[in-house]
């Protein structure tokens, strides 16, 4: 039951209302304020409706019609997201924790956790009580184990997990782990989940062998109820008939939590399949499906692995996985971020003398837009992300300080270059420090109850009218430019004129209250924007990957041939070559060029050395 309260309702009448109920021993929860300021009652047997009506303070009575009050959504409706260390599991940056089954030796998780940070993991896994189908199989190293674990997290920075198999261990994980695993064989061993819902560290609970949904959630609930919300569901498999695979990977599973539950939700596609050639496939498709991550088995030399080494990966074949989840996250809207842990040590670090420890970066546009998710998938919640109003808004407030970074659009892969940004990195002594690609998808929004039918007018850039036509020939709607989508999304909001609509995205939709009549309204699907980071400096120390300059040829035979013979001779491919008349001198023009290399290191000081001779004007704007 849920009572939804007087919207006026003061804090110590509020106060006083749940100590009422408790006085009349109903265990009940302040749910805060999600729209409505709520109070949840989680006792079941002697609920007496009549009783809570009468209660000073309470509008209505809610039944909620699951038996998992905590786990789903009808207390808890927006999604909950789990901090564990650097990490947070639910949000738009995908979580891919790896490492071996069992933690063997200290060499071992070395080993595997150097090559897995690499590849892209921000959790380090490994067992250390391992629960086996034999008693005489590999155990596990116990206390050993987990300390060989701490070791990981203080040398590679990579928050780690282990389980735990029984309630006398709750003090070793108290001690030694970030996050406490509960394996598929513990799923129903209730004085385990409630020990660890006292415990109060986030926990990672696998799904049992055999369990439904419904019992998975129930055990959910055990640990919620402790008063523990740091949830995480990981789904590793269902016990069927079919013997080509260890267990059968329930990915339908994926889904049907992500209407029912509130929690977090990982993939372990190691021991659902346990046959490494099935772990890439699945893991991918578990990502398409809305995942928000991934436990993978890892081991150097799994033929000598202590357990599970058929269903390991090779740190190769993992590093290969990763990269092919960073080509499918955007398309799910989500990112595979490589420096996800650098760079949140180094946001960890105070700043510079003075300045507060916190950081903000600015975006041009307001909340909802493109810009401002790019921002949010790039950097996570440490930062804060300030609005302005223009580009220049942007760099002006980076160069003076006021923002330690921005975030602009560069390029998009329909429309090309975002030639305002290009005049910006040319006149502002900034750096580009970072990069990401964001899918456009545009959806057509408008109030809640509004109909197709209902429309005549359609508010959004000119741009994305433009990207949106084959849908917008159908209709006879007037379209009316303004400046950016989110824009267009807040005046519909506003609106006291039946029949608006915007294009815009989801994420507009919700922050302004819209609801969504048609989604994925744009003629091209494979629509891209790149956004660029521009700060003073990097904000880690990781070599980059790419390199972008703007160059100037002199006029003469041959001038551009020469400069780009210098990327031949040294060996670096060129992904971007595009020119534009240099703004102010007619005939003559600038040209864009990015490299897949890292250019600002001292090993391609000869590289720039040959550039600046040959180009008339040259100008890194940074390698990332
Ligand atoms: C494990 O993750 O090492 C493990 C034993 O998994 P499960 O409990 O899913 O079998
Ligand atoms: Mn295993």
Known sequence: MILELAPDLSVEARARLLQTLRRNRYDCRDLGDQGVPRIGILGGESVDPAFLERLEGVAALVPVGTPFKLAGRDMHPKDTRVQVGDVTVGADRLVVVAGPCAVESREQVMTIAAAVRKAGAVIFRGGAFKPRTSPYAFQGLAEKGLKYLAEVRETF????????????QAD??????????????????????KCVGRMGKPVLLKRGLSATIQEWLMSAEYILAEGNPHVILCERGIR??????????????IPVLRQLTHLPVLIDPSHATGIREKVAPMARAAIAAGADGLMIEVHHDPDNALSDGPQSLYPDQFAQLMRDLYVIAPVVDKQVDFAYLDKAAAMRRPVSEGRQPSRCAAFMGRAGNFSHKACQQYFGEQVEAVALPSFKDVFDAVADGRADFGIVPIENSLSGSIHQNYDHLLTYDLKIVGEIKLRIVHDLVARPGTRLADIRRVLSHPQVFGQCLHYLEQYDWERVAVSDTAGAAERVGRSETPGDAAIANRVAAETYGLAVLAAGIETNPRNYTRFVVIGKAPLDRRQGQKTSLICTAPNRPGALLAILQVFAECGINMIKLESRPLPGEPWRYLFYIDLEADLETAEHAETRRLLAERADFLKLLGSY
């Not at 920075?157 to 006398?168: F, K, L, N, Y």
């Not at 070793?172 to 989940?193: P, S």
């Open 157 to 168: 920075g990579m928050p780690v997990v282990a389980e735990m198999t029984a309630t006398g």
């Open 172 to 193: 070793l994980m108290m001690k030694y782990v970030d996050l406490v695993q509960i394996g598929a064989r513990n799923m129903q061993n209730f004085e385990l989940l």
């Open 240 to 253: 069927t008939f079919e013997p080509f695979t260890r267990n059968t990977l329930d990915l339908t599973a």
